[in-house]
């Protein structure tokens, strides 16, 4: 019998990393601004052009791409930044660092915005739009740009986990005015910890360098923009947020195996995908008709669970068998429940963001997973299903 797959493990960093890491550890040239192209500034000229956008800026994490950008846009404190109430606690979280405060909208069944609730949060009081496309999920960004800008507000793109997708044809993270990127070692590029945000915008990319930390003239290290570097030296703080060589060259190294990853990571969710609903139990929501996925997890719900205990039983049947689900809501005090940022006090009850998570189940399913590997997942949570569910006879055993 095939033994079950391990998820959580990374993908080896290619080799072509380790002539510059041991460069790196021989001169100890560490910090991005000692030498003229160090490997972070190659990065932010690899990725700007891999992106097609003007201006890149690494830095130590992508909450700190997403904080430094609340910062660059100049949002007043207390602004009020609409956000999906489905997302990671780091969202809300860089907003609140940023002095600004996250509104929560609601997300539907199929974990993408729920617009009907969106326009009618998007009153005159909201300043800023931030949209987390979680788990690389693309909420209809066609919607989202034409309300956002009939109001006047930017929007950023939190794409975390999107590095890949396309909409209509376009690479995520590139529509809004800023798009911010995650290297943690659960995204599809792996240095451990980093992130980079990308905009077309060269007030926003000067603001964001300095408050980065390119203190005194290392601005000079950065491409173009020198007379509004000229304009913000000494007037913005400097939160010390730069990324060092060493992830630069791990995240180089791994441009190259982007394409590859996205295409088999694609692969292995739409193979999946489709095992799963062949179950009456369970099912997938499709993308939406712009939208070319880049996953390296799957989502998908389950069907006619009633109660919690049902869905715990799911739960504990897949694990039987080697399979860890991950039920958003179900756990406690997991960071992508609205109802667990207590930091932001008391926030009013989404019910539909809800109902989602409660039955909303979540699989790593990492491109480097062959055939034998799905199947194996796919199988388990089939049978799960059929344990607590029974088979599918049209008479439901309710
Ligand atoms: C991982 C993730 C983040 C946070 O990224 P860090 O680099 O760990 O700060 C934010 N948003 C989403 C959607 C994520 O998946």
Redesign the pocket.
């Known amino acids: 019998m095939a033994l079950a797959p391990n998820v959580y493990d990374a993908e080896p960093i290619p080799d072509a990393a380790r002539a510059e890491i041991d460069r790196l550890l021989t001169s100890g040239d560490l910090f991005r601004y000692t030498s003229e192209n160090a490997p972070v500034s190659l990065l932010e000229a690899d990725f700007a052009e891999m992106m097609g956008v003007r201006y890149a800026l690494a830095v130590s994490?992508?909450?700190?791409a997403?904080f430094l950008t609340l910062k660059a846009l100049d949002l007043p404190a207390g602004a009020r930044v609409l956000i999906p109430a489905f997302?990671?606690a780091?969202?809300p979280s860089a907003i609140v660092h940023a002095d600004c405060v996250p509104v929560l909208a609601e997300v539907g069944a199929d974990y993408r915005l729920d617009l009907a609730d969106f326009e009618a949060k998007l009153d005159d009081t909201i300043d800023a739009v931030l949209i987390?496309?979680?788990?690389g999920h693309t909420s209809d960004m066609d919607a989202i740009l034409r309300l956002a800008e009939a109001k006047g507000v930017p929007v950023i793109e939190?794409a975390?986990?999107s590095l890949g997708t396309l909409w209509h044809g376009r690479k995520i993270g590139t529509l809004g005015r800023v798009g911010c990127f995650?290297?943690?070692s659960?995204?599809l590029v792996n240095s451990g910890?980093?992130?980079i945000m990308v905009t077309d915008d060269p007030e926003i990319a000067a603001r964001a360098i300095i408050m980065s930390g390119a203190y005194e003239h290392n601005w000079k290290k950065h491409p173009g923009m020198q007379n509004s570097f000229h304009h913000w030296q000494n007037k913005l703080p400097l939160y010390n947020m730069r990324m060092n060589n060493l992830s630069a060259v791990l995240v180089r190294a791994q441009l190259p195996e982007v394409a590859r990853r996205v295409t088999d990571g694609r692969a292995n969710h739409d193979y999946v995908a489709g095992l799963l609903n062949a179950s009456p139990w369970l099912s997938v929501p499709p993308a939406l008709a712009p939208e070319e996925r880049a996953p390296d997890s799957i989502q998908f719900n389950l069907d006619g669970f009633a109660t919690d205990a049902e869905a715990h039983a799911f739960q504990a049947a897949a694990k039987a068998q080697g399979v860890s689900v991950q039920v958003f809501g179900l756990s406690e005090d997991n960071a992508r429940a609205y109802w667990n940022w207590q930091f932001l006090g008391e926030t009013a009850d989404l019910p539909k963001t809800r109902a989602m998570l409660m039955r909303a189940c979540d699989v790593r399913l990492p491109a480097r997973l062959t055939r034998e590997d799905l199947d194996f997942i796919a199988t388990a949570l089939v049978r799960a299903a059929t344990e607590v569910k029974g088979q599918a006879t049209g008479v439901a055993a309710e």
């Open positions: 994490s992508c909450s700190a997403l997302t990671f780091a969202v987390s496309h979680m788990r939190d975390a986990h995650s290297f943690q659960y995204k910890e980093g992130g």
